[in-house]
């Protein structure tokens, strides 16, 4: 049986996705009638591989080029901003939340894929749920220890395969990958999730990250091949 810390994080995301759940439902993964790609269905129903993707074996690293090295004891995540709650959670509060498996694909806008990587790591919807975003929140900037930000709307953050990943392919997440945790955003291009998370910031309105300020595509969805704004 579910403990009751649990029960109440389940409830509090069902609460939550309630509000977003019309908007979730009109994401191009979730309602798109021609997405475009190739390769047997995903489980979201979009071709495997999205239009101009090629799938690797290796894992290339793709940054701004510093690697902040944060001590698992020196790490905290900060939820603030558009919140009822703040929080800061230490590594080990962290880890003490309900922890999460997954199978997923990566969509570099470099035009690699990297297929079936399995992860393990924290909902985002669990962090948010608990820092529970006020009715006026819209969106999120994520702000990474190197500097890099990007942004994301609350219906695709809240999408259950939208991680705080700690163990890829059953090891601690590499350095280099973003160690000791970075975001994943499965159903939008990589660039959408932030290495070395440090401080999620609620928005009521959109505000660009790194990325999205250099001509990146604010949407980012892999199967419009929406790569630039
Ligand atoms: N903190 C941080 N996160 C980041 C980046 C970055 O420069 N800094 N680059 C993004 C880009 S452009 C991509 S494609 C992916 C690459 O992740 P990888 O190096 O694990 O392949 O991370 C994204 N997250
Ligand atoms: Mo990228």
Redesign the pocket.
């Known amino acids: 049986m579910p403990d009751e810390k649990e029960t109440r994080i389940v409830e509090a995301r069902l609460k939550l996705r309630d509000r977003f759940q019309a908007r979730m439902q009109q994401t191009p993964a979730a309602a798109d009638p021609r997405p475009q790609g190739h390769g047997p269905q995903n489980r979201h129903g979009m071709p495997r591989v999205p239009a101009g993707q090629t799938v690797t074996q290796g894992?290339?690293?793709?940054?701004?080029g510093r690697q902040p090295e944060v001590k698992i004891s020196q790490w905290e995540l900060i939820v603030d901003g558009a919140v009822e709650e703040p929080l800061k959670l230490s590594w080990k509060q962290f880890m003490e939340l309900p922890q999460h498996e997954d199978v997923s694909d990566?969509h570099?806008?470099?035009t690699w894929s990297k297929l079936d990587v399995p992860w393990e790591g924290v909902q985002l919807s669990t962090v948010l749920a608990l820092a529970r975003p006020r009715p006026e929140a819209s969106h999120l900037t994520t702000h990474?220890?190197?500097g890099?930000t990007?942004n994301l709307p609350l219906e695709e953050a809240l999408k259950d395969d939208v991680l705080l990943v700690h163990t890829a392919e059953g090891k601690p997440l590499p350095l280099?990958?973003?160690g000791p945790v970075?975001i994943i955003t499965p159903q939008l291009?990589?660039?959408k999730?932030?290495?070395?998370?440090h401080r999620i910031e609620i928005l009521t309105r959109d505000r660009p990250g790194?990325?999205e300020l250099r001509g990146y595509s604010n949407t980012a969805h892999p199967w419009r091949n929406d790569r630039y704004s």
């Open positions: 894992w290339p690293v793709l940054d701004l990566f570099c806008v470099t990474a220890y190197d890099y990007t280099g990958h973003g970075r291009y990589a660039w999730g932030a290495k070395w998370i790194y990325w």
